[in-house]
């Protein structure tokens, strides 16, 4: 299985932003891990991570035909972007929104997602583990 995983903005800062709420570890120590476990599961990956809304939608058009699925961390862009929403719906990816934290506990404002309801499911909360489930989950 060929698979997208995708990093939103800010998420290049982890380690040191807010370890207390996304964990200590780096984006590179997290990407490891995600690669480990995409061996285990026989997948090919291509990781991703921009601070910006239009390169990520460039980034999952340009992999349309290539992607069977996708793990993806919108991080801020996931309770507003109508546009990263409009970007899975359209080019149909089998898609896994994932979180480090769980945005269910936290401000009301990260309550809300606009992408959910156009994935395949939603992860929240299980730092780095997020990801690895939100892999596993892809073969379901
Ligand atoms: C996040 C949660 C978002 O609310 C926040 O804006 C992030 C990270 C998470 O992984 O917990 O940047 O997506």
């Known amino acids: 299985m060929r698979v997208l ?3 939103g903005p800010n998420l290049n800062l982890l380690g040191t932003r807010e370890p207390e709420i996304y964990g200590s570890l780096t984006l590179e120590e997290i990407n490891q891990e995600i690669k480990n476990k995409a061996q285990e599961l026989q997948m090919e990956l291509k ?3 921009s ?3 239009g390169t990520i939608i460039d ?3 340009e992999n349309k035909d290539w992607a069977q699925g996708m793990v993806i961390n919108p ?3 996931t309770h507003y972007s109508i546009a990263i929403r409009d970007a899975i719906s359209a080019t149909q990816i089998k898609t896994v929104e994932v979180h ?3 945005i269910e506990s936290r401000e009301d404002f990260r309550k809300i997602s606009v992408i959910k309801d156009v994935c395949h499911a939603q992860i929240s909360g299980h730092g780095l583990n997020s990801y690895l489930l939100g892999l596993e ?3 379901e």
Do not use: R, T
């Open 100 to 102: 480090l934290s769980n």
């Open 75 to 77: 991080a801020a862009y």
């Open 5 to 7: 995983v995708v990093h």
């Open 59 to 61: 980034f999952i058009h």
């Open 137 to 139: 989950k892809l073969k």
């Open 51 to 53: 601070n910006h809304e």
């Open 47 to 49: 990781i991703f991570q």
